[in-house]
């Protein structure tokens, strides 16, 4: 069974760069499809950014498109997220699932979901 650990999370300024990692055990990792979403207090959790198995294909919310890039290493097991130019509403926790969708914006797609890293932006 693949499980997930989020990290890199952390305080910075508004303009500031984070890179976010998620590291899985398991050996199917390398071929799901995995997301990034995010929830901010008091709202809903939301799709932030996805990459297919390989890394060739990648898929991101308007929000953060330019802004924001999702990778991995699947010889390491693990999926990044570089965010760069943060804004104060980025301020979320951050979560990484899989999926074994080609690709998906849909919450209910993914499972195995980690606990989350904290991102908070200062304006």
């Known amino acids: 069974q693949v499980q997930q650990v989020e990290s890199g999370g952390g305080l910075v300024q508004t303009g500031g760069s984070l890179r976010l990692s998620c590291a899985a055990s398991?050996?199917?990792?390398?071929?799901?499809?995995v997301g990034w979403f995010r929830q901010a207090p008091g709202k809903e959790r939301e799709f932030v950014a996805a990459v297919n198995w390989s890394g060739a294909d990648t898929d991101y919310a308007d929000s953060v498109k330019g802004r924001f890039t999702i990778s991995r290493d699947n010889a390491k097991n693990t999926v990044y997220q570089q965010m760069n130019s943060l804004k104060p509403e980025d301020t979320a926790v951050y979560y990484c699932?899989?999926?074994?969708?080609?690709?998906?914006?849909?919450?209910?797609?993914?499972?195995?979901w980690g606990q989350g890293t904290q991102v908070t932006v200062s304006s």
């Open positions: 398991g050996r199917t990792f390398s071929s799901a499809t």
């Open positions: 699932a899989i999926s074994w969708s080609v690709s998906s914006r849909i919450q209910g797609h993914y499972f195995n």
